[in-house]
């Protein structure tokens, strides 16, 4: 079954925790992204990746990072977590033209 | 910046009734892709259907299909027979076809959907 899988869905951690939520396709994709979903905000994305060793940031970058080593993989790290991280988080890749096909989502909660 | 416009915070439609969801958006370029996707309770972001800005021929999955209007920048979404299972936000995404390497989307605000049985 063609899909997107992130883990963990659910994580609760404390201010300055380094954390990595993993994300994973098994399309094939090239395109890889991170976007993060807030009330009242939308869903803005955070970093992208066109392909292995290639990534770039979106709109909101700062804090984070992101690595891209395996076509199929693409983590996004949390070097030091703060509260205005709180969030729910969503993975998604495409190919060239087709639509972007997201992850579960992982509901981040930073204390 | 392109941008993309959902008036309608709140729907709600009667099971088995139809129902129209607007979206506008606002951009220069003349190729692009739009999107309607669906987020239940699960909170779990669902592709409903695609259109690409080069075809004049209006999109069609099952129950849902949209109303492309490319000269007034409008993409509505049709949903017929309305089911129970219907009921979530609904969002309407943009992304160029020019963007260089990066295929971002931009999402309307949503409008949550309510199907009353």
């Known amino acids: 079954e063609a899909q997107v899988t992130q883990n963990p869905r659910y994580l609760i951690t404390v201010t300055g925790k380094k954390l990595t939520v993993t994300c994973s396709q098994n399309?094939?994709?090239?395109?890889m992204s991170w976007y993060r979903q807030d009330p009242g905000l939308g869903l803005r994305q955070i970093y992208y990746?066109?392909?292995?060793?290639?990534?770039d940031k979106g709109d909101v970058p700062e804090g984070y990072k992101v690595s891209r080593k395996e076509k199929r993989n693409f983590p996004l790290i949390l070097e030091s977590p703060s509260p205005n991280q709180t969030s729910l988080y969503f993975c998604?890749?495409?190919?060239?033209?087709?639509?972007?096909?997201f992850g579960p989502g992982t509901r981040l909660l930073v204390l | 910046a392109q941008t993309v416009t959902q008036s309608q915070p709140e729907m709600s439609v009667q099971e088995a009734e139809t129902v129209t969801l607007s979206c506008t958006y606002d951009?220069?370029?003349?190729?692009?892709?739009l999107f309607w996707y669906k987020q239940p309770p699960s909170r779990q972001m669902i592709l409903v259907i695609r259109?690409?800005?080069?075809?004049?021929q209006n999109a069609t999955e099952n129950r849902f299909s949209v109303n492309f209007q490319k000269a007034a920048k409008s993409f509505s979404l049709k949903i017929s027979d309305s089911q129970l299972g219907d009921a979530a936000m609904y969002f309407c995404?943009?992304?160029?076809?020019?963007?260089?390497?990066?295929?971002?989307?931009?999402f309307g605000k949503g409008t949550l959907l309510t199907v009353n049985p």
């Open positions: 998604a890749s495409s190919s060239q033209r087709g639509p972007q096909y």
């Open positions: 990746s066109m392909n292995v060793e290639v990534t």
């Open positions: 399309m094939n994709h090239e395109y």
């Open positions: 951009t220069s370029e003349s190729d692009y892709y």
């Open positions: 995404a943009y992304r160029s076809s020019s963007g260089g390497s990066n295929y971002k989307l931009t």
């Open positions: 259109q690409e800005a080069y075809k004049q």
